[in-house]
């Protein structure tokens, strides 16, 4: 048992409403820079739809992630061996191109000053970022298929659609349209990082103590292999600077105590941050699950931080009690494991990420006939209707375990039971029109108790900010008394910090 | 006089430009140690450029390099008529990838602009440099037959001389004029190397190859951990 602790996330698709000012809080502090216009640490996708890069879950295309090697039992980076990397080195054949994101660009607002006087009104042009010329056509930018841009397009090419039923394309696009949610994604600061598996400079880390995976800027070489290897394609390649950038989960905020920009500007308050304890020993295996079981071992991994064989086991590999008291009072602990109602995204990409998703609960299957929108179930009797939203939710249950259980359709519908059974139990409390027996039948059926049912509500719907964010001490006074054991830690006071030295530019 | 400048002074010069400023730059500006990528920009070419550049320039340069460091040898393996043939046209084949792999990367630069903005004036000399070598490389090869026999009796001697400080420009100073440009344009580039986007060249990051695939970095031990 070699327990440590990593600084990890929940995001409630449920109530994200899609506003994107988590991604402008990112892009304001940490990507407003040259090379980086296209770079989106933090992104709010549509789905079904695309997403950002087009179609980045397309792992024939991108080759991210590990696959598990059925003949030798090993676990394999999709994109390629070690040789295979330096053999490729010249020329990656697999690097997504900057049209896969899109061209930033900005307009040339001079010209409504400078123009000559005419019958038209003047326009700024379109200009290109990246070579200064104007563009006249800008087919894709940062959140093109926002809302699905009004195409069938997007969500038509969801790669998580290629194994759905005709049934289930026409549910999808049946009533105006389409039917979507929300997919906010920033780096999920995973337990087996593709990103840094694929870096053959070595620039690429994870910071024991919390987890967060960083990019050394003064490492890296510009091998742009991460870029390839994550998944998620949450490492971009900065092209100005010729380096590999991604979200740094605001470690400097985290530092100070403060949660980081994207979870703090939340309007929906969907985003929780807390630690959890893992045991590193059981990485391996968690990440070498057969495919229907990933959900599950990777739970398997993280551990109850109030059992006194893991603090023991804690306290052994130095992790100090203030940090074990933040992982009992992590709400991120509690939606994973003691509810397990958030899963992962993409499990099936083997790299263990620890940001966890509550998945929405979408509209029931419905027909739009005589101009009138019927759901299917409208008649029926007791729990049914309520109920019929999983199995006949417009959004497919195997489209949700294609996103977040790799396909494990059980896993999600437990999941779900457990969602509509708070809700029922909170409706029977305060609508009062559903009978006790429901309440219980529905409860049953999910496993879970009324209390349990009443904190999921608690801390779905009335988190204090002090509930949502519980950022551990970061101890980094103990980390240099580690490091520098002969000096005073208050010698080194406002002697480190953060940011660069120099500028991040090429003087050479 | 002019000899000795150019197979003496300039070839002293440039290695200890190469010795001084290689650590220098490395230890106040790692950051720009590297090339500079710009496939995420334009991928168009790239494939046809830089692998066929790469792959020709390495083999080529390890040839020269094996010619110099055993040159025993190297006499020996083309002291058959059959096996310097074979020798001189893979070198030759190998010699024309690596110019239509530098034209094909030169007018990428030239005549896209996403990666035109991204060229410093650097890059062109290098650039040209480069080709300029390679090409006439290609040529001393072609008409100045057989290279890789009287390399071993003109650019050995001189180099290991110059090696052994005991700088002797006789075994250089009456060849032709296109041999000698592209003896010291071996020079230039070394000169060159530790100002340019070259240096990437000894980043090569063979360590990839042992070590485990995942880096964690400890703060308050120092341990890594595959
Ligand atoms: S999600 Fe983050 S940690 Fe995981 S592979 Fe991608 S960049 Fe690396
Ligand atoms: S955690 Fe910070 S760096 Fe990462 S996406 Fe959010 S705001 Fe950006």
Redesign the pocket.
């Known amino acids: 048992m070699d327990i440590r602790s990593h600084v990890s996330m929940v995001f409630h698709l449920d109530k994200c409403i899609g506003c994107h000012t988590c991604t402008v809080a990112c892009k304001n502090i940490w990507t407003d820079r040259k090379g980086t216009e296209y770079m989106y640490w933090n992104n709010v996708e549509t789905k079904p739809g695309t997403g950002y890069p087009t179609r980045w879950e397309d792992q024939e295309q991108y080759r ?2 590990w696959v598990l090697d059925e003949k030798g039992g090993k676990l394999k980076l999709r994109l390629q061996g070690k040789w295979g990397t330096l053999a490729n080195i010249f020329y990656n054949p697999y690097l997504p191109s900057i049209d896969d994101y899109f061209e930033p660009w900005t307009y040339d607002y001079q010209n409504l000053f400078t123009a000559p006087e005419g019958d038209d009104q003047p326009t700024a042009r379109a200009v290109s970022q990246i070579t200064g010329r104007y563009m006249d056509t800008i087919e894709a930018g940062p959140n093109w298929d926002d809302d699905l841009g009004g195409s069938p397009v997007y969500a038509d090419n969801d790669p998580n659609l290629d194994g759905a039923t005709e049934e289930e394309r026409r549910q999808i696009a049946e009533i105006d349209r389409t039917v979507f949610f929300y997919l906010p994604r920033i ?4 337990l087996n ?4 598996a694929a870096c053959p400079a070595g620039a ?1 880390y ?1 910071r024991a103590e919390d987890g967060i ?1 960083l990019i050394s800027q003064d490492k890296c070489r510009a091998w742009r292999m ?1 870029i390839s ?7 971009y390649f900065n092209w100005s600077t010729g380096k590999s950038e ?2 740094i989960l605001c470690y400097p905020r985290l530092e100070s105590g403060q949660p980081p920009a994207c979870f703090h500007s939340c309007v929906g308050r969907i985003r929780y941050i807390g630690l959890v304890l893992y045991d590193a020993d059981m990485i391996q295996e968690a990440a070498m699950a057969p495919s229907d079981q990933l959900v599950d071992a990777q739970r398997a991994a993280i551990q109850d931080p109030f059992d006194p064989m893991v603090i023991a086991a804690a306290r052994r590999n130095g992790i100090p009690d203030s940090k074990i008291q933040a992982a009992q009072n992590s709400p991120v602990y509690k939606f994973v494991k003691r509810w397990g109602l958030a899963l992962p995204l993409h499990p099936d990409f083997r ?1 263990l ?1 620890m ?1 966890f998703y509550v998945p929405p609960l979408g509209p029931v299957t419905s027909k739009m006939e005589n101009g009138a929108y019927e759901t299917v179930d409208a008649g029926a009797e007791g729990l049914a209707p309520m109920l019929a939203a999983l199995d006949k939710s417009r959004v497919s249950l195997r489209y949700m375990a294609s996103l977040f259980s790799a396909g494990n359709e059980d896993i999600v519908r437990e999941v779900y039971y457990k969602l509509m059974a708070v809700r029922i139990y909170m409706r029977g409390k305060t609508v009062q029109d559903v009978t006790q027996a429901e309440v219980d039948e529905a409860l049953a059926l999910a496993g879970l108790s009324g209390s349990e049912a009443e904190a999921i509500f608690r801390l779905t719907s009335l988190p204090t900010y002090e509930e949502r964010f519980v950022v551990p001490p970061m101890e980094r006074e103990t980390a240099i008394q580690a490091q520098f054991p002969d000096i005073d830690p208050l010698t080194r006071k406002a002697s480190t910090g953060f940011g660069f030295r120099e500028d991040p530019a090429r003087r050479w | 006089m002019i000899d000795t400048l150019a197979f003496v002074v300039f070839p002293y010069v440039a290695v200890a430009l190469v010795l001084i400023v290689t650590p220098y730059r490395y230890f106040s500006d790692r950051f720009s140690y590297s090339s500079f990528s710009s496939e995420l920009l334009q991928r168009k070419g790239l494939f046809w450029g830089s692998v066929a550049w790469h792959y020709g320039v390495i083999l080529i340069l390890l040839a020269h390099l094996a010619a110099l460091l055993a040159p025993g040898a190297w006499a020996a393996l083309i002291s058959e008529p059959t096996r310097l043939y074979v020798l001189e046209v893979t070198g030759l084949a190998l010699a024309l990838a690596t110019v239509a792999g530098m034209v094909v990367l030169i007018g990428r630069r030239l005549f896209l602009p996403r990666v035109a903005s991204v060229t410093t004036r650097w890059d062109w000399v290098v650039l040209f440099v480069l080709l300029a070598q390679v090409a006439l490389g290609f040529w001393v090869a072609l008409f100045y037959r057989w290279g890789s026999d009287w390399y071993l009796h003109t650019a050995v001697p001189w180099i290991v001389s110059l090696a052994t400080l005991n700088p002797q420009t006789q075994f250089v100073a009456s060849l032709p004029i296109l041999v000698q440009i592209h003896m010291l344009g071996g020079f230039v580039l070394l000169a060159l190397f530790p100002f340019t986007r070259l240096v990437h060249m000894i980043t090569f990051p063979v360590t990839y190859l042992w070590r485990p695939y995942q880096v964690v970095i400890w703060n308050r031990r120092r341990r890594v951990v595959p």
């Open positions: 991210g992630g780096c999920n600061h995973c990082p593709g990103c840094v690429i994870k995976v991460c290897g994550c998944p998620y394609k949450k490492t991604k979200c790299t990420p940001l």
